[in-house]
Every structure is written in C-alpha cells, then in structure tokens.
C-alpha cells in the first residue's frame, strides 16, 4: 500500500513558478507509476503528467508539455512536478496517484490505485 501527500501549493501570478511534491510512504513506491492530476472548479479531473517507476519515462498533457516538468527521487520517495510560465488555466486542485509499474494507460485516473488529497494552486492574472 502507498500513502501519498503532496505539498507546495499556493497563490502565483501568471508567468510565475512552483514546485509540487508529492511524499509517498510505503515499501512498493519505487516500483510504482506516478501521475499528477488536477481539477479545476467547476469541471472534472484532468490527467496532467505521468513518470515511470524508474523515472526513465515522461508523459504529459498538451496544455502542459513544454511549462511542467515531472521528476522522481526514489531515494527520497518523492515525486516532483515543476510548473513554470503559470497561466490562470492552471488553476486547480492537484493530485498525485500511484500505480503499479505498468506502463499504460496513464491518463485513466481508474488505473491509478492511490492518491493524495490535493494541494491548491491558484494563478492571478
């Protein structure tokens, strides 16, 4: 099992920078998939990237390829996911979520079995 909290959330102006992370717990993390998700006010939850267990392989949605970054640190037990060039979009709840090592299917927020409860961010414009 994989306990999961992220952190480092807050209130940006557009064009600004964070750093998202999420600490996970338990013995199987390093061979878990992870996937960060958000969901806005008003609207459903959205995929938003994905690292493999070893952190060799990146997805990312289109509205964020290019502007977020997603890194891993196993040793740490710690996910990573860099957002820069902020836009109000962005605005949202976000998750993280672990998964087996499988690869696939990564933006199905079903495959994933664990996730944290959220972290805030806020963009102004």
């Known amino acids: 099992q994989v306990q999961l909290v992220e952190s480092g959330g807050g209130l940006m102006q557009a064009g600004g920078e964070l750093r998202l992370s999420c600490v996970a717990s338990g013995r199987t993390f390093s061979a878990s998939t992870i996937g960060w998700f958000r969901q806005a006010p008003g609207k459903e939850r959205e995929f938003v990237a994905a690292?493999?267990?070893?952190?060799?392989?990146?997805v990312y949605a289109d509205s964020v390829k290019g502007r977020f970054t997603i890194s891993r640190d196993n040793a740490k037990n710690t996910v990573y996911l860099q957002m820069n060039s902020l836009k109000p979009e962005d605005t949202a709840v976000y998750y993280c979520a672990a998964r087996g090592p499988i690869w696939g299917m990564l933006n199905t927020q079903r495959a994933y079995a664990y996730w944290g409860p959220g972290t805030q961010v806020t963009v102004s414009s």
């Open positions: 690292i493999s267990a070893s952190g060799g392989s990146t």
